[in-house]
């Protein structure tokens, strides 16, 4: 038996010089440590021996299964750490590779308009005010001459929330509560102005030229001596720096609820210069917005009297004038989010 275990000793020496992955170690583990092994045999062969016997070949095997199990654990050590570094090697984060280039372009066109609008009327004195899309009838369409059952209200139809509340149709919402507020400290030579803008909501079919959701900027300007010249002027003056220096404005009669007298207001064509073309349908010049004097009747709806105060109001389509600015031909385009179209602002604003 010692000499088995000797030779078994130098079996193991030659074998385990050739391990190089665990499955082979684990088969090394069964045949020098396992029950068929040498050392398990010694372990029987001890039942039956000499107490001397017992002694040496004990001694032996403890030596013997000492140094096994020390190279075992070497190995599996070894292999252990191995498959770690291959692992964090494939996880390793190569902080020298070029980041992801993200797309930089300028703002969206309708931005670029209002952004426009809004220095225009900041410039002129105009204060800038917020305005909720969720507005109630009393405000989008009673306190502005539009009570319940006016037949223009069909011009207007749109989302009902509820009975009481609707998505707004205009942003004139904002000029009733800016007039309601205005009500509660006017003096004598007390002047407000303001513009708002923001999503409006029509039940409309959509288009090429209509959608069912669109930008307005809203504005008024309500003070003692204000007249209609005061509103040609402003409009005017908005048309040629949106427009250039030789621009005109047009103004034909018309009809709101909440002014009088109304008026559609037309500039010069911005294709042909006036001259007549198939856009301006041959007369020079295109329909931009509408506006007029702030009606009396409304000025007594919001606690103001028309005696004292008169206003002017006009109501621009953001998506209009972008797509007379930038020649745009369907409002869709301004929806969609296509960054094709999107790029090609890249060089308007500032
Ligand atoms: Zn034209």
Redesign the pocket.
Known sequence: MINNLKAIEKEFEAKIKGVTDEKTLEQMKKEFLGKDSVIAQAGMHMKSASVEEKKEIGKLSNILKAKFMRHFDELTHKFKTFELNKRLEGEKIDLSIPGVKLDFYNKHPLNLVIDEIYTIFSELGFDLVDGTELETDEYCFQKLNLPIGHPARDMQDTFYINEKLVLRTHCTNMTARALTEAAKNLTKNSYVSSVSYGNVYRRDDDDATHSHQFMQIDGFALGDKISFANLRWVLDYMCKRLFGEATKIRMRPSYFPFTEPSVEVDIT??????????????????EILGAGMISPKVLTLNNIDPEQKTGLAFGIGVERIAMLKYGIKNIRDFYENDVRFLKQFKFFGE
């Open positions: 064509c911005v294709t042909c210069k006036g001259a007549g073309c198939n856009i301006c349908k041959q007369t020079g010049f295109v």
